[in-house]
């Protein structure tokens, strides 16, 4: 099993930035996929970017070149840059971590941090 934190969510006006943190508590090398996801009022939750345990990375495509995935393996935390914000990226942001086994993997979700634009 894994547990993950977010933080680092906020308020912040239309162009400016934040850094999300999502600390894992284990190592994220022994996770297969981490990513964020996003869900705003009224929508589905949507991908965001991902990073693998091998350091590939994807995004979305509404968030790429504002949006940068990274991690930081001695302190076990994947962070989002998310610079240049709209209104719409207005959401809850969840972590979630991906490990191969069984079927289909086990997931595990953070508890969300909201962000919020304003116009």
């Known amino acids: 099993q894994v547990q993950l934190v977010e933080s680092g969510g906020g308020l912040v006006q239309a162009g400016g930035f934040l850094r999300l943190s999502c600390a894992a508590s284990r190592s994220i090398f022994s996770i ?28 979305a495509d509404s968030v790429k070149d504002r949006f940068t995935i990274s991690r930081d393996t001695g302190k076990n935390t994947v962070y989002l840059q998310m610079n240049s914000l709209k209104p719409e990226d207005t959401a809850v942001y969840y972590c979630k971590a991906h490990i191969v086994g069984g079927p289909s993997g086990y997931n595990y979700w953070g508890q969300g941090t909201r962000v919020t634009v304003s116009s």
Do not use: C, D, F, T
């Open 32 to 59: 297969n996929v981490m990513g964020w996801y996003r869900q705003a009022p009224g929508k589905e939750r949507e991908l965001v970017a991902l990073i693998s345990s091998g350091g590939n990375i994807n995004y």
